[in-house]
């Protein structure tokens, strides 16, 4: 497992939990990652399983000096990984008081691995929530193609050996915008008992070059998603711009409201948690002023 050196790093001189007694505020965090060698974000009942809840609660328990326990915007399956993930927990305002925010961030990265990357730590009221306060996410997909396989990209991308029509995909994602049931979208166990509508507000297609290799880039911003949505999202559109399927086809699998009735779940590397919106001043700098370079947004 990777880890960081941390002959630097500082501990909370607190100890114990929050006390109820104790003015509370909620510590908010923005977090990238790779998630190739981790079970998905989600900690599981196993603690043998590496999970990113798990490596970060951790880290923030050793600083604290209790036990912590967070809230994240969005859990991200295994493999899949983040650029824009946020994630809250109570403190108290001791715990926090005359503390810089370079200085939380060099040890709270010297605690976690180096595949997770803590970049921003604001603070908010006590009720924020860093899952049902977010507005709007955004998901991001690479899809390398032609028959040379990329080397930078490997890990972030998903190679696909022959040509795609981006423009029959942007076509055919069109009749997924706006509020729909998403059920031929997720994964089936998944959506027993539970509403599968949600709301997209837009899908767009562009190519990029990034480290000299070209990507076909799958953009979804929506208010929440399903499991496995995205993916399956993505793996639906490479069946029309394969020209394996024509673009209204997506429109009978939107309405059919069946998982077989869609695609592939296109592999998780490809897929990066890219940004979370929140309301604007929702979060602050740690002394608890409006701090716009502070903000996650």
Known sequence: MLTKESPDAIVAPTDGAVR?????????AELSYNGAAYSGFAKQKDPAIHTVQGELEQALSTFF???????????????VHARGQVVSFPVSREEVEGRKESRLLISLNALTPDDISIKRVGAASPDFSARF??????YRYRIVTGPVPPLFLREFAWWHHGSLDVEAMQEAAKVL???????????AASAEGKSTTRFVKSVDLFEEEQLGEHCIVVRVVGNAF???MVRTL????????ASRREPAWVGKVLDARNRSAAGECAPACGLTFWHVSYPPDAIHA??????????IV
Not at 234 to 241: A, E, N, S, Y
Request: one cysteine or more; aromatic letters at 4%.
């Open 65 to 79: 000096r209790r036990k912590v326990s967070l809230v994240c915007a969005g859990r991200t399956d295994a493999g």
């Open 177 to 187: 915008i706006g509020e729909h049931d998403f059920k031929s979208f997720c994964k």
């Open 133 to 138: 306060d977010a507005e709007w996410r955004e």
């Open 234 to 241: 993505v793996g639906t559109l490479v069946q029309v711009g």
């Open 226 to 228: 399903l499991h496995s």
């Open 20 to 28: 109820n007694a104790e003015p509370l505020l909620t510590l908010v």
């Open 286 to 295: 740690l002394d608890m002023e409006v701090c716009p370079s502070a903000t």
